[in-house]
Nanobody, 124 residues
Framework: VQLQASGGGFVQAGGSLRISCAASGRTFSRGAMGWFRQTPGKEREFVAA????????YYLDSVKGRFTLSRDNAKNTVYLQMNNLKPEDTAVYYCATRLIWHINYYDPSNYNYWGQGTLVTVSS
């Protein structure tokens, strides 16, 4: 499985960005696709995840109502639409996948495959 993340950039607070993660190889139809973020000196943090076989979506509390995860099965791609961005959202965002669902979807150690990361910078 290979993941290719894209779409990061620079935006002012209150602005929007959409980042994408295109998957090739095996799909996460019975597993999960997640977004995580990381800033220097901090651990990788869960942002959002989608369960492949149930299409259920989970979010970090601080992004609920601002971020929306969606998927395009035909393109084997997931998107993270980020609205009303805040400076504290600044991070490198990573997509990750596992082929079988795990209840601890928020734990990055439970994901087998990772994209290369895309930088999101939000200025105040």
């Amino acid at each position: 499985v290979q993941l290719q993340a894209s779409g990061g950039g620079f935006v002012q607070a209150g602005g929007s960005l959409r980042i994408s993660c295109a998957a090739s190889g095996r799909t996460f139809s019975r597993g999960a696709m997640g977004w995580f973020r990381q800033t220097p000196g901090k651990e990788r943090e869960f942002v959002a995840a989608i369960r492949g076989d149930a299409n259920r979506i989970y979010y970090l509390d601080s992004v609920k109502g601002r971020f929306t995860l969606s998927r395009d099965n035909a393109k084997n791609t997931v998107y993270l639409q980020m609205n009303n961005l805040k400076p504290e959202d600044t991070a490198v965002y990573y997509c990750a996948t596992r082929l079988i669902w795990h209840i601890n979807y928020y734990d990055p150690s439970n994901y087998n495959y990772w994209g290369q990361g895309t930088l999101v910078t939000v200025s105040s």
